[in-house]
Every structure is written in structure tokens, then in C-alpha cells.
T-cell receptor
Framework: SQQGEEDPQALSIQEGENATMNCSYK?????LQWYRQNSGRGLVHLIL?????REKHSGRLRVTLDTSKKSSSLLITASRAADTASYFC????????????FGTGTRLQVFP | DGGITQSPKYLFRKEGQNVTLSCEQN?????MYWYRQDPGQGLRLIYY???????QKGDIAEGYSVSREKKESFPLTVTSAQKNPTAFYLC??????????????FGPGTRLTVL
């Protein structure tokens, strides 16, 4: 399987704290994307970072990409209870961008 | 109001029956996808379609079939040959497949239970 791996599998924090989750992948990529899934719902796209980018911001989200280590991290700053969800990374292979390979996800619980 | 819809939300099936899950999008996207998600797991690709009247198998296509007769619609049939069909099924679409156009938009999902 070429599925990526997120780390940690689960994370529990208090409101106001920062949450960091990591993603490792196996192939050369065109881009890497992060998605969020609330329990029992579809996924929502959060941010896309291209292979030639190293860092990207969107509101309280900060994504980094290290292609030499084949890894990415998602930082959520000043977390809120509403951030409670599962977070998935997905990669588009450099030579085959017609599909995304999703990771196994990090389950984030933010306590009020 | 643009988006992607799936129906039904919940579906119950007896063993040996075929069932069809609906997926419709009005985003004018060329590419559509079907995924399966098991509890606590990531997404596994069943089938995808880059254009009308064309589709490709994903990683777990056995026991499933699809059609893409219209740009807006990509129904998934779960056949009796699928040994363990109970799962959450997600449909998605994207503008295209190249570069940044492969950002995917997801429907709300269909939860299929085999009785």
C-alpha cells in the first residue's frame, strides 16, 4: 500500500493550545493536501501545498512540507472545541496525479 | 447552491442483493471518485472517472461497478460479490486531475449496512 501515515493517531488538548500533526508519505509528489472530517460527515479541503513550497498559511492553519524527508506537518494554533475532528493528509504522485493517496488520519479532540 | 450530493444517507441491504448509491454534482467538475471508509480508517479508492464515459479501477474495485453516462452523475453499485460491504461510502469530485485542480470536494456520505 502507498498509503501515508499520520502521527499521532490521536491527540487530546485543551482549548487555546496548539495542535501539531504529522504526515509521512512514500513517493515523489506533485502536491500534498490536508482535509478535515467531522464524525460521520464528508471530508472538507483545508489547504494544498505544492512540492516546490515549504510553508503555507491559512488563518489558524500552518502547513510545512519537507520533500527530502517526505513529510508534512499541520499546525492548528489557538485551538477551539469546534476543531475537534479527524485530519487527513493526501498526496498526489508526481507522475500520476489522477488520484490522491490518503493517510490514516489523526483524531483531534479539543476540550473546552 | 453548488455542491455534491449523495443519497441515501443510510442504506440497509440484505445479503445477496445489489444496491446502487447515488452521487450527483453541479460543480461542473470533470473528475469524480468513490471511496470506502471503514471505522477508524482512512479512505480507500474504489473507482474514479476523469471524463464522461470513462472510468478506472482504484485499489479495491472488486465487487463494485460504476457508470459515468453524464458529467453530473457517478453512481456506484455494490454487488453481491462484495464480501464485506458494510462501510461508509464517500463520493468526491474535482475540477480535473492535473496539478492544483485535483483538490477534491466531498459529498456527505452514505452509510451502508448489510443485514
Amino acid at each position: 500500500s502507498q498509503q501515508g501515515e499520520e502521527d499521532p493517531q490521536a491527540l487530546s488538548i485543551q482549548e487555546g493550545e496548539n495542535a501539531t500533526m504529522n504526515c509521512s508519505y512514500k513517493t515523489s509528489i506533485n502536491n500534498l493536501q490536508w482535509y478535515r472530517q467531522n464524525s460521520g460527515r464528508g471530508l472538507v479541503h483545508l489547504i494544498l501545498i505544492r512540492s516546490n513550497e515549504r510553508e503555507k498559511h491559512s488563518g489558524r492553519l500552518r502547513v510545512t512540507l519537507d520533500t527530502s524527508k517526505k513529510s508534512s506537518s499541520l499546525l492548528i494554533t489557538a485551538s477551539r472545541a469546534a476543531d475537534t475532528a479527524s485530519y487527513f493528509c493526501a498526496t498526489a504522485d508526481s507522475y500520476n496525479t489522477d488520484k490522491l493517496i490518503f493517510g490514516t488520519g489523526t483524531r483531534l479532540q479539543v476540550f473546552p | 447552491d453548488g455542491g455534491i450530493t449523495q443519497s441515501p444517507k443510510y442504506l440497509f441491504r440484505k445479503e445477496g442483493q445489489n444496491v446502487t448509491l447515488s452521487c450527483e454534482q453541479n460543480l461542473n467538475h470533470d473528475a469524480m471518485y468513490w471511496y470506502r471508509q471503514d471505522p477508524g480508517q482512512g479512505l480507500r479508492l474504489i473507482y474514479y472517472s476523469q471524463i464522461v464515459n470513462d472510468f478506472q479501477k482504484g485499489d479495491i474495485a472488486e465487487g463494485y461497478s460504476v457508470s459515468r453516462e453524464k458529467k453530473e452523475s457517478f453512481p456506484l453499485t455494490v454487488t453481491s460479490a462484495q464480501k464485506n460491504p458494510t462501510a461508509f461510502y464517500l463520493c468526491a469530485s474535482s475540477i480535473g486531475i492535473a496539478g492544483d485542480y485535483n483538490e477534491q470536494f466531498f459529498g456527505p456520505g452514505t452509510r451502508l449496512t448489510v443485514l
